[in-house]
């Protein structure tokens, strides 16, 4: 009756399972496909884009400030007259005069207190702000691309990983029946090889929707509907050799968060420049020719050229207010840029550190691998001589599972550390 009642029990574990899905051709990329979509479709970074862009007309509107402004102007004009009479015809008739007018002006500012200068200033300034800003999009986003191009590389070996686990929990399962069959282990062997079964099954199931997410991730990040799949290289799991002190050198000087900072800085000193030439007059030169007359063969013309000086002497401390504002907004860049150098600092020890601690892991992990590979095949060849028990033998199954799961975690830490290295100093490693 209790061998009847655990056969039971295995079929309804094993048959009520469900079978693992087949999976969909999805689409499959690389590591630099992923990251090249991702930047052609990410908003932020279009937005960026769009900004340098817009630095790049304000640039060509500050280089014309210096040219004159030129416009044309063109008339007509038809006037009835009163009533006369036509001793020709002995009629009344109403004459019309007409007259036609056109000209050009043109002015110029010779000088506006060095305003020119500084706006010039600013918006070199702003485009090198925009591009800096730019490259800074560019390598975060690169960042979440690799991060959920790496998790989902990571889910995808977990997948494997559970699947080896149910084949190992399989093949044990086998063992205790044919052990039972012949006498020579309990029904409780095989009850826990059964339970050890659907552990695994449980655990391909998790390990499938966690894949389904991060392919799913991926593919909202590089802009494609539905999930991709990413291409495993072997190139991405090289040993990296850091010059640590070279490193940091480098990231506090060329970081794209410092850059960005630093470009902010100058914008603001330019705004301060701007708002100071409000203090000195401004001088402006003008020009203007007209033709005028009651017949186009007949024309007559006339010009005129001008200069004026204007000075505003109090405009209601509006130029002090501008200036100030201008001035607390240079400082808070300017400490915006400390800070930011300071957190690359912070940051690359901590991702330093990460990137170590990985690779020592992962050493860790394939040493462990190995010997628990070893110790699941000592366990069940002394369950097969009768010499060991069935829980030897799961708990070296669960330690090489355990093991098998760190490589993974390994791997995808070491990606993750070396990927944040590289968007804090703006390169590859």
């Not at 991730?217 to 539905?226: C, K």
């Not at 007359?293 to 204007?310: D, I, K």
């Not at 990985?358 to 010499?387: H, N, P």
């Amino acid at each position: 009756m209790v061998s009847k009642t655990l056969g039971t029990i295995a079929t309804m574990l094993i048959m009520a399972w469900p079978a693992a899905p087949l999976r969909a051709q999805d689409r499959s990329v690389t590591l630099s496909e992923a990251l090249a979509l991702a930047l052609r479709v990410n908003p932020n970074v279009v937005q960026a884009r769009g900004q340098v862009s817009i630095a790049d007309a304000g640039k060509l509107e500050a280089l014309g400030n210096w040219l004159p402004s030129v416009s044309a102007s063109s008339g007509y004009s038809a006037q009835p007259g009163r009533e006369i009479l036509d001793p020709t015809t002995n009629t009344l008739i109403t004459p019309t005069s007409t007259s036609y007018s056109g000209g050009v002006n043109a002015s110029l500012q010779l000088f506006n207190g060095f305003r020119r200068f500084a706006q010039n200033r600013s918006a070199n300034a702003t485009k090198a702000s925009a591009e800096a800003s730019l490259v800074n999009q560019e390598f975060q986003i690169a960042l979440q691309t690799k991060q959920a191009f790496f998790s989902a590389l990571a889910a995808d070996e977990l997948v494997r990983v559970s699947e080896r686990r149910i084949e190992r929990a399989s093949e044990q399962l086998r063992i205790s029946r044919d052990k039972l069959a012949a006498g020579s282990a309990i029904r409780s062997d095989t009850l826990q090889g059964v339970v050890e079964l659907g552990n695994a099954r449980l655990q391909l199931l998790q390990a499938e929707t966690q894949r389904a997410t991060a392919e799913a991730t991926l593919a909202r990040l590089i802009g494609v509907d539905g999930s991709v799949r990413a291409q495993s290289d072997s190139m991405l799991l090289q040993p990296v050799v850091l010059d640590t002190v070279q490193i940091r050198i480098e990231a506090v000087a060329q970081a794209p968060s410092v850059l960005q900072a630093d470009a902010a800085i100058r914008v603001a000193e330019a705004n301060v420049a701007v708002a100071r030439a409000a203090y000195f007059p401004s001088l402006n030169a003008s020009y203007s020719h007209r033709l005028t007359g009651a017949e186009l063969g007949s024309l007559e013309g006339s010009w005129s050229v001008g200069l004026s000086l204007s000075w505003q002497l109090f405009n209601g401390f509006t130029r002090e207010a501008n200036v100030t504002r201008n001035a607390v907004g240079r400082e808070t860049a300017m400490a915006e840029a400390d800070d930011a150098r300071r957190a690359v600092q912070a940051q690359l020890t901590q991702y330093v550190a990460a990137l170590a601690s990985a690779e020592q892991s992962l050493v860790i992990a394939q040493a462990s691998l190995a010997a628990a590979d070893e110790g699941l095949r000592v366990q069940r060849e002394r369950y097969r001589l009768g010499m060991a028990t069935i829980l030897d033998v799961l708990t070296s199954q669960i330690s090489l599972d355990q093991a098998d799961v760190d490589i993974v975690n390994a791997r995808f830490d070491f990606l993750v550390a070396k990927a944040q290295i590289e968007a804090i100093i703006g390169r590859e490693l």
